[in-house]
C-alpha cells in the first residue's frame, strides 16, 4: 500500500472515529444547541471533508468495487451525509440559490381550535414565513392516566395523597378524621333550580371535579368539591386543603390540510406520529392552556434530503448484513439443502 493510501485510510478512519464522538456529545447537549453547533462552520468544512474522504476510498480503493458489501457501506455513510447537509440550513440556502426552492428549514405554529394558520415562526425567532397551504385544527384533546390523585394538606403541615377514585377511603388519623371519594366528575356541572342544587357530568366540554366527604371525629360528613382547573374554593377554616391532579399520557391534534379551500388531507397526530404533506412533517410538540382555551403547538420540519439519509441508512444496514453474515447463511442453506438431498438416496 503506497503512503498516499496508508495517509488517507488513517485520516477516514479519524473522520469515523470524530464522527462517533460529535454524535455522543450531540446527544447530550439538547436539540437546539445540537442543531446549532452541527451547522457551525467548522463542522460544515468536516462534513464535506468527511464525503470527500469516503468518495475518495472508493475511487482509490479498486478492492471496494471488488466487495459489494464493502462498497455499499461506503455509499450508504455517503449518502446519509449528503442528505444531512442537503437538509440543514445551510443546504436550504443553496437550494434556493442553485433551483430556486425555497422551504422552511424548520419552524413551529401555534393554534386554537377550528382556527387554520400558513404562517411558520422560524427556529431562530427572526421572522415569519408563510407554507403554500393552510392548517387546520379541528380538534385538540388530552388523554390522562386515570385515576387522578387528589392532594390533601393539613394546615398545620401533614400531607397525603390518595387515588381520586370512587369508594376509596382515607383516614387522616386522630382529630381529623376520614376522606371518602364519592364521586368523579369529567365535566363538572351544578343545577341550581329547585330545592337542592344537584351535580352531574354531562357530556361534552371540560371541567373535571371530585366530590368528596368529609368526616371528623364525633361530626356528620360534609360534603366538597375539589377542581381541577380552578383554586380556591376552600373556607379559610377548613383544617384541610385539596388539590385534584391528573397527569396527561398524550395529546393529540386533529389537523387538516386546506389548500384551494378544500380540505386535502388529514390525520391526527400525537408525538412521534406527524402528519406529512407538500414536503413537510408537522410534529406535535407542545401544548398549553390560556385564558382563551387550550392551544396547541406544532413542530414544522422540511423533508428535504430525508429520502437520501433513509437510502443511505438502508444500504449501510444492508452492507453490513451481507458482508458479516451472508457467508454463513449461504454455508448453512448449502449444508442444509445437501444433507436432505443425500438422506434419500441412503435410505434405499
Request: proline share 5%.
Amino acid at each position: 500500500m503506497s503512503r498516499f493510501r496508508r495517509m488517507l485510510l488513517g485520516a477516514t478512519l479519524a473522520a469515523v472515529i470524530l464522527l462517533t464522538v460529535l454524535s455522543i456529545y450531540g446527544a447530550f447537549i439538547g436539540a437546539d444547541r445540537a442543531q446549532a453547533f452541527f451547522n457551525s462552520v467548522p463542522l460544515v468544512v468536516y462534513w464535506f471533508a468527511a464525503v470527500a474522504l469516503l468518495a475518495a476510498g472508493i475511487v482509490l480503493f479498486r478492492r471496494l468495487l471488488r466487495v459489494p458489501s464493502l462498497l455499499m457501506m461506503h455509499a450508504g455513510c455517503i449518502l446519509v451525509l449528503l442528505g444531512a447537509m442537503w437538509g440543514s440550513e445551510p443546504g436550504h440556502v443553496l437550494q434556493k440559490q442553485l433551483f430556486g426552492i425555497d422551504k422552511i428549514p424548520r419552524g413551529q405554529m401555534g393554534m386554537y381550535e377550528q382556527m387554520q394558520e400558513n404562517q411558520v415562526r422560524l427556529a431562530d425567532a427572526n421572522g415569519l414565513r408563510e407554507l403554500p397551504f393552510f392548517v387546520r385544527l379541528a380538534d385538540f384533546r388530552l388523554e390522562y392516566y386515570e385515576p387522578g390523585e387528589l392532594f390533601i394538606n393539613s394546615r398545620d403541615g401533614r400531607s397525603w395523597r390518595m387515588p381520586a377514585r370512587a369508594g376509596g377511603t382515607l383516614s387522616l388519623g386522630e382529630g381529623l378524621g376520614t376522606v371518602t371519594v364519592n364521586r368523579v366528575f369529567r365535566n363538572f356541572k351544578m343545577d341550581l333550580e329547585g330545592d337542592k342544587p344537584v351535580a352531574y357530568d354531562p357530556p361534552g366540554g371540560s371541567n373535571p371535579a371530585v366530590e368528596v366527604a368529609v368526616q371528623g371525629p364525633g361530626a356528620e360528613p360534609r360534603r366538597r368539591y375539589v377542581f381541577e382547573q380552578r383554586f380556591g374554593h376552600t373556607d379559610p377554616n377548613d383544617p384541610l386543603v385539596m388539590d385534584y391532579h391528573r397527569a396527561v399520557k398524550d395529546y393529540i391534534s386533529e389537523l387538516e390540510i386546506v389548500k384551494d379551500g378544500r380540505v386535502v388531507a388529514a390525520k391526527e397526530i400525537e408525538v412521534n406520529h406527524p402528519l406529512y404533506y407538500g414536503g413537510y412533517h408537522f410534529y406535535q410538540h407542545q401544548w398549553g392552556r390560556d385564558r382563551f382555551g387550550e392551544y396547541t403547538v406544532l413542530l414544522v420540519v422540511s423533508n428535504s434530503g430525508l429520502n437520501a439519509v433513509y437510502a443511505g441508512y438502508a444500504l449501510l444496514i444492508a452492507g453490513v448484513f451481507w458482508h458479516l453474515w451472508s457467508r454463513r447463511i449461504l454455508h448453512w442453506f448449502r449444508t442444509h439443502y445437501a444433507i436432505t438431498a443425500r438422506v434419500p438416496g441412503e435410505s434405499r
